[in-house]
């Protein structure tokens, strides 16, 4: 559960966590960081839909803050 006030900061351990947790093993490695503001997933998986699932996972837990998203995930 998110805090009232929502930020990146506070949803940065939650989407950490959702990707730790994920039953796709892909997503497990992905880390997910704050940086001024902006959340910065990186890592490598190895299939473009996991690159853009792990983004849709970090993204269902921005809803309702103003965040600047950064994939930086890289597929090999």
Avoid at 2 to 26: D, Y
Wanted: with cysteine.
């Amino acid at each position: 559960m998110l805090t009232a006030s929502k930020s990146p900061a506070n949803v940065q351990p939650h989407a950490q966590a959702a990707l730790r947790n994920s039953s796709i093993s892909e997503l497990r490695g992905l880390g997910v960081e704050q940086r001024n503001g902006t959340l910065v997933i990186s890592g490598a998986v190895s299939s473009f839909y996991h690159k853009q699932l792990a983004q849709e996972v970090v993204w269902a837990l921005c809803r309702g803050i103003e965040v600047e998203l950064v994939n930086l995930v890289r597929v090999h």
